[in-house]
């Protein structure tokens, strides 16, 4: 719509349902996003929750790897901008397919796209939580 354009973005979180991969996935997970007509390298940053597909509500936040057959939600990135809008907001723009080595392995759906306050609050938090960790393991 003229009154909110569709804007270029480099992260964004999607749900995805992973049907086909020969073994587990985990962040930092590599591999070839098609978004409309782009074909762009992505990585999946984080985990951030396992998703029921019948129910569609959070079974386990922050799974440390998700196995094929199952759906869940990850923070994807990518180098160059792409154009996505959430799914909700406008369904053609807010679509993608995952591939790996000529094989789809996964479809998925823009959740959400997360501000650069946002992306910054988050990795703030993850820096101190880290830190607690490593200080009390001293």
């Known amino acids: ?3 909110d354009p569709v804007e270029a973005t480099t992260t964004f979180d999607g749900q995805v349902m992973l049907v086909e991969h020969k073994s587990i996935l985990t962040a930092g997970y590599r591999c070839i996003a098609h978004i409309q007509a782009a ?5 999946f940053e984080r985990l951030i ?8 509500q959070i079974v386990k936040k922050h799974p440390k790897f998700v196995r094929p057959g199952s759906t869940f939600i990850a923070r994807l990135s990518v180098a160059q901008p ?8 406008f369904a053609p723009l807010g679509r993608f397919m ?4 000529g094989t789809t392995i996964g479809a998925g759906v823009v959740v959400r796209i997360p501000t650069a306050k946002q992306r910054s609050e988050e990795l703030q938090s993850t820096k101190e939580s880290g830190a607690k ?6």
């Not at 074909?39 to 990585?43: G, K, L, S, T």
């Not at 960790?133 to 001293?138: G, T």
Request: one cysteine or more; glycine letters at 0%.
């Open 98 to 101: 995952l591939r790996d080595e």
């Open 39 to 43: 074909a762009v390298e992505v990585v």
């Open 82 to 89: 792409v154009c996505v809008t959430a799914f909700k907001a």
């Open 1 to 3: 719509a003229e009154n």
């Open 133 to 138: 960790i490593a200080s009390s393991s001293v």
């Open 49 to 56: 929750a396992e998703v029921d597909r019948r129910t569609n």
